[in-house]
C-alpha cells in the first residue's frame, strides 16, 4: 500500500555509543520504544488507553543495515502498521537519517504488540476506535533481507 | 539435532525493570549481549577473536513468553547455533530459569553475527577454527511461534 | 555573581523511569552527561578539544529536590562554572522546568572535570583560550543542602 | 571508628564501558544502586522495609580514582554508615578489586538516604530496628580529597 509511514525524530545520547564507538545495537531497540510512547499518544490519545495500560511487547526483530554514530541531530523513526489481528498488531520502522541530514537508512525492524488487560491480567480484544486508528496507518510488509536467508 | 546447548547464567539489575516493574523488553537483548560476551570467550578465546575485533550484530529476532520480574538468582541463558554460512552464523537462545529457581521459559531469541574485519571494513570469511567451533554447538531450527502468525 | 548560567533542554526517556514510576536518581547524572555534550561543543567548538578527547569525570555530587516524572516536555539544565584551577574546573547544574512547563528545581549538581591529555595519559594545563572560555561563563557555589549537614 | 565494612561484589556488564573504552562514570552508580539493594535485603530483611518500600535517594557524591575496564571479575563494594539521623543516614562505598584480582581503589562515594512513608508521600522517622542495624555498620567519615579542593 501506498501509505505515507508516521514519522517521529528521536534524540540520540551520547551514552548510546558502545566500546566500538557505534550507537550499539541494543540502543536501537530503546529508541524504537521512545518512537512508540510518542506516536501512540497521537494515535490513540493521551488518556494512555494503548500507551501505558494496555499493551505489552511480545516479540521483535530488527536488521541492522549501516552503523550509525552519535550526532546532535536525531534519528527519523518511520512507523507503519503491517497486520492486525483480534488482540494484536505488527508495527513495522525505518531508522533513516532526517531529509536534512541525509538519505541513509540505518535499520529495519517490527515489533508485535498484544493489546492487554492488566486488571485481568490477559489479553483483550482491540476496541474499534483502536482498529480505527491502526488500519489507517496500514502499510506493507517490512522487506527483511536476511530472514529469508536464515529460514 | 539433540546438541546440549551451552549455557550462561547472566545476573539480573534492579534497574533492568521498566515503570511497569518487569525487566523491560529492550533489557532482555541487553542480557543476550552479556550471555555473548561471556560465551564467546569459551567459544574463540581470549584474543578476542571473534568476540570483540570481529563481529557485527546483523539481525535480532526475539519472542516474549513469560514476564520476568528482578530477583537475586540469575537468568540462564541457554545458547545454540541454528545457522553457518561463509561470512555469518545465527545464535538462537532461550532464556530460562535456573534448574534451582524453577522451570519458566521467558523468552526465544535469534541473532545473525557476521565475521568482520575492521581494518579493511568489511564482511570476512569465518576461519576454520571458528567454523569448527560454532559447529560443535549446532541445534535444531528456533521454534518462534509469532513469526508464522504475522508472516 | 550574576552570571546568566547556559541552558540546555534534555529530552526525557521513558526507560529514565525506574520501577517507582520517577525518573531513576542515577538516569539525572545521564541527562547531565547530555547537557555537557551539547554544551561542551558550544563552548569549546566542534573539534572537540574539551569534549571527547580531553576531559575525564573526577568527581560528581549531586541532591535530589522533586520527583521528576516522565513527560514529552525536555529538562533544562542550566550551567555555570563554579571553579578554574591549572587542570580542571567544577561545572555547575541546575535540573528545572522550561518555563512553559512550570517552575520546579528537580535537583542541584556539581561536577569536576580534570583536561587530559590520552597521548601522555596523564593530566594536562587548561590552554588560555578553554580558560576563556570557562572563565565567561564563572558563577557561585552551588547552594547544596545536605553537604552542611552531613559534614 | 574500625568498622569492618559490608562487602557485596557486582558483576559488569560489557555495556557499561561508553565510547571511550571504559566503564562509564555514571554507571558506578548503577553499580552502587546494585550494591545497595543487595545490601538492604541483608541488613533490614526481605520484607522490603528499607529497600523498595521506604527509602529515596537525596544525595550522591562520588570521586573517581582509577579507570576501570570491563572484565568478567566482578567489582568489589565496601560498604559502611557514615551518619545516622531521624529520617536519614549516610551509606559509604568503596569500590575495589576482589582480593583475587587486584589492589585498585576505583570510587569512592556516599550516598545519603531518607527514609519515606509512601503511603503519607512524606519522610518518616527511622524505626529501632532500623537504627540498630545501621549502627552496627558505623564507620570513619569518607577521605573525600576533592571536596576540600573545591569548597
Redesign the interface.
Known amino acids: 500500500m501506498s501509505q505515507t509511514p508516521y514519522r517521529v525524530d528521536v ?1 540520540l ?3 548510546d ?3 566500538y ?1 557505534h550507537v ?3 540502543q536501537f ?2 529508541l524504537l ?2 518512537a512508540r ?2 506516536a501512540f ?1 497521537q494515535w490513540f490519545g493521551q488518556g494512555r488507553s494503548l500507551l ?1 495500560e494496555g499493551v ?9 543495515l549501516a552503523p550509525l554514530d ?1 550526532r ?1 541531530a536525531p534519528i527519523g523513526v518511520d512507523m507503519w502498521v ?2 492486525i ?1 483480534g488482540a494484536s498488531f ?1 508495527l513495522a520502522y525505518e531508522l533513516r537519517d532526517p531529509e536534512e541530514v541525509g538519505t541513509t537508512l540505518y535499520a529495519r525492524a ?1 515489533t ?1 504488540l498484544v493489546a492487554y488487560d492488566f486488571a485481568t491480567v490477559s489479553p483483550r480484544r482491540l476496541r474499534p476506535d483502536e482498529r480505527a486508528a491502526l488500519k489507517a496507518l496500514a502499510g506493507e510488509p517490512v522487506p527483511f533481507r ?2 529469508v ?2 529460514s
Open positions: 534524540p545520547r551520547w551514552s555509543m558502545d566500546a564507538g550499539n545495537n541494543v531497540l530503546r520504544e521512545d510512547v510518542t499518544e501505558e505489552v511487547v511480545a516479540r521483535h526483530e530488527i536488521e541492522y552519535f546532535h503491517t497486520n489481528s505488527d517490527e508485535t536476511w530472514r536467508r536464515t
